[in-house]
């Protein structure tokens, strides 16, 4: 119980998740009615998820190799559920940094 107390705290006060890998970036707003996602994907040969790769991503953001989706997302009946299924699968709460910044550049 104190356990799911905690989560829920946690969960109230996130704002914002990151989930990287090799090859894409999902960045997630959490608002109080919906998710909204920023997708990036590499179609070249580099690691997001390393040093390099993630410079290589700052300074070529408008490279033909990478590509933007934008997505809004309904929470379903359990929003606590639906943020902590993502972090489950490897999302990480942050400050919302870099989700500002590319929100802000495609928008």
């Known amino acids: 119980m104190f356990s799911d107390l905690v989560w829920e705290g946690v969960l109230n ?3 914002y998740l990151e989930h ?3 090859k894409d970036m999902h960045l ?3 608002n109080e009615d919906h998710m909204h996602l920023i997708g990036v ?5 580099i690691d997001l998820t390393t040093t390099e790769g993630f ?3 700052r300074s ?3 490279d033909d190799a990478v590509e933007f989706v934008q997505a809004k997302k309904d929470y379903s009946t359990d929003k606590h559920l639906d ?3 993502l972090i489950q699968q490897g999302a990480n709460i942050t400050k919302g940094e870099l989700y500002a910044y590319l ?3 495609i928008n």
């Open 55 to 57: 410079n290589w991503l």
């Open 83 to 85: 943020k902590f299924t």
């Open 28 to 30: 997630f707003a959490l």
């Open 103 to 105: 929100f802000k550049l």
């Open 20 to 22: 990287l890998s090799p």
């Open 41 to 45: 994907k590499v179609t070249t040969d």
């Open 60 to 62: 070529n953001l408008m």
């Open 13 to 15: 006060q996130a704002k």
